[in-house]
């Protein structure tokens, strides 16, 4: 079974910085893409932050040039390096992976969430 666990949130003051972390375990054959959502409060989900394989990262209009995301694909982690944040990015931060792993006897490509952790950036 695979699963993602997050680190990294917190509190943290206007300007500060934060790094999230999130690795993902169990029988993990490929690793086709990871990346970061976030969800503030009343706010649908919405994309940070994601690397495909073989592509360029992807940003979030509002977070280019402060956020910068990255993997390792050994340890099946993937980062974002959050700087100057703002209380604009207050929120749930939730890792996503798209995955092929075996599963259920099986090889099944799946797209797996993380628990979400909070990121709170005081004005």
């Known amino acids: 079974q695979v699963q993602l666990v997050e680190s990294g949130g917190g509190l943290v003051q206007a300007g500060g910085s934060l790094r999230l972390s999130c690795t993902a375990s169990?029988?993990?054959?490929?690793?086709?893409?990871m990346g970061w959502y976030r969800q503030a409060p009343g706010k649908t989900r919405e994309l940070v932050a994601a690397i495909t394989t073989g592509s360029s990262p992807n940003y979030a209009d509002s977070v280019k040039g402060r956020f910068t995301i990255s993997r390792d694909d050994a340890k099946n982690t993937v980062y974002l390096q959050m700087n100057s944040l703002q209380f604009e990015d207050t929120a749930v931060y939730y890792c996503n992976a798209d995955l092929t792993a075996a599963v259920g006897g099986g090889i099944s490509r799946l797209v797996y969430w993380g628990q979400g952790t909070q990121v709170t950036v005081s004005s």
């Open positions: 169990g029988r993990i054959l490929h690793n086709n893409a």
